[in-house]
């Protein structure tokens, strides 16, 4: 599947006959692909013998996103294993707010190791390598990346999105985007990051889910996709600072319980050993989830738990 994204995102002539050539299968077994990739939900033309792919959105550009993000070095891929694998192959070279996108990973993944499923050209996937000072704690620094995003919607007049405490982006209890954060061995003196983001912006209709799901488009038929880019990298970038200068201070704290999709809900935190229920009440300035029991409050670290609304 992936060779075959590869050729129809290149500049290889594309007619079945050499398809079929550069990838040694039959015009059955090409096709057979083709429908396994449609139920994914990619979508395909075949016109005078000639397959082509069709992005759900605008391909995004290179170049803008380039000039718009500067310093920060932006690559684009058409097709990849996942944009995390790709900066953690190359951090040696990487400089602090590099950023890969792509249009379709073949192996993304999400937090806890789950897939991250993606259509072409329908979501926004996103890398990004950052540095911090190895001094400081880097408990929460997921949570604000979340608050960040859904600030960044705020900032373009997109309204109505919530945090999932840690890090999940969620609409009417439906999850948008989602949050992976990997630590990465580079001998530089700093704590080193790479930063996966993938958001829903146009499905169609993929199936593959296995979560409620949401899509921007939904919302905000006419989204611009590198408009959004550039606005939750800022946004990121912004807090990233603050966090690098004050943690997680009382006004971060403030506004993560504006934009709480369980504030005061009933939950359970759920581990390997036991679940513990409790009103949920916002985080603590470690970035740690504050449960009210019957024990009193209770704080839970995001790489020990999951939170389930009960």
Not at 151 to 155: D, F, N
């Given at each position: ?9 290149s500049d290889?002539e594309n ?6 050539a ?6 059955e ?11 994914q939900g990619?979508y395909?033309?075949l016109e005078?013998?000639?397959l082509?792919l ?7 550009n ?12 932006v ?7 996942s944009?995390?694998q790709?900066?953690l192959?190359n951090?040696?070279?990487?400089q602090?707010?590099?950023l ?9 993944r999400?937090r806890r190791g789950?897939?991250?499923i ?10 990004f ?11 929460g620094?997921?949570?604000?990346i979340?608050?960040?995003i859904v ?5 373009l ?5 919530q945090v999932?405490?840690?890090n ?5 209890e ?10 990465v ?5 700093k ?7 993938g958001?829903?912006v146009s499905l169609?209709?993929?199936?593959q889910?296995?979560?409620p ?12 996709r590198?408009r959004?880019i ?14 690098e ?6 006004e971060?704290?403030q506004?993560?319980l ?25 985080i ?8 009210m ?5 209770q ?7 999951s939170l389930?609304?009960k």
């Open positions: 599947m992936a060779k075959l994204l590869e050729l129809l995102t290889v007619s079945l006959e050499n398809l079929t550069l990838l040694a299968c039959s015009k077994e090409l096709f057979a692909e083709v429908r396994q990739m449609e139920q990619l395909f033309t005078n013998d000639h082509y069709i992005p759900k959105l605008p391909l995004l290179e170049k803008r996103l380039a000039e718009a993000l500067k310093p920060y070095h690559v684009v891929k058409p097709v990849i294993s944009t995390n790709y900066l192959e951090v040696a070279h990487l602090k707010g590099a890969c996108l792509a249009e379709y990973q073949t192996a993304g999400g789950r897939q991250w993606s259509p072409f050209a329908g979501q926004i996937i996103m890398s390598y950052w540095q911090l000072d190895p001094r400081k704690p880097l408990d620094l997921s949570t604000v979340g608050l960040a600030q960044a919607l705020v900032e007049d997109m309204y109505g999105f999932k405490w840690p999940d982006i969620l609409v009417n439906r999850k948008l985007a989602g949050i992976l954060v990997e630590i061995n580079r001998p530089n003196g704590l080193n990051l790479v930063v996966g983001i958001m829903n169609g209709q993929e199936k889910i296995d979560q799901w949401a899509e921007l488009a939904e919302f905000f038929p006419h989204i611009d590198e959004l550039i606005q939750m990298v800022n946004t990121i970038y912004r807090y990233l600072a603050r966090f200068q004050h943690g997680i201070d009382a971060m704290q506004q993560w504006e934009y709480d999709a369980y504030l005061g809900t009933e939950v359970n935190v759920i581990s390997e050993k036991n679940t513990i229920s409790g009103i949920e009440q916002g603590n300035a470690q970035g740690h989830l504050c449960l029991t019957e024990k009193g409050v704080y839970f670290n995001a790489g020990e738990v389930r609304k």
